[in-house]
């Protein structure tokens, strides 16, 4: 996988919108699609909501589970564009955050997992969901294949930004 480069301009308005889609239909009520779409790919969203570092005003953003460590209770999301995401620079200004998982709020801590963590993280997703992952690569370049051996793909992963949502309690909304 290839890092992220901080200084690539921002992606356009349709991959925009393709991403915030979810989003906006969670917004709206339309909760049926997410729970479709996690059906036909197997994978899992939440929200995230963030305090902004220079407003303070609250923020959401909806992302892709790529690992859950039932153990730990902490879920595993990575950030389309790097540090470059808005949500990656609140995080780290202000690391204590809501998520709202399946309906529920609940207090969270994000930290940064990016490293030996998050390449076995990734790793065991991309596995799990080749075709996802595939798609994801088509729209954000983290890797250029999919297709080289396990070692080498972890080696590559090392540097792909991974980032730990632990949940700090069970919440409710």
Known sequence: ??????????PGSLPRLLFRLPLL?????????ERLFAR????????????GRRSGRPHEVMLDVVGYDRARNTYYVQP?????????RNVRAQPTV???IGGRRIPARVRDATGREGAEVVLRFVRAHPHYARLIVWFVGYVESLDASDDKLRLELATTPVFAVEVLGTGGE
Not at 25 to 32: F, P, Q, V
Not at 40 to 51: D, F, P, Y
Request: net charge positive; proline share 0%.
């Open 1 to 10: 996988m290839r890092e992220i480069d901080s200084s690539a301009r921002r």
């Open 25 to 33: 239909l969670e917004r709206a009520g339309i909760r049926w699609t």
């Open 40 to 51: 036909l790919m197997g994978v899992q969203w939440i929200v995230l909501e963030t305090i």
């Open 80 to 88: 389309a564009y790097g540090d470059r995401s808005d949500w990656v």
């Open 98 to 100: 809501s998520v709202r």
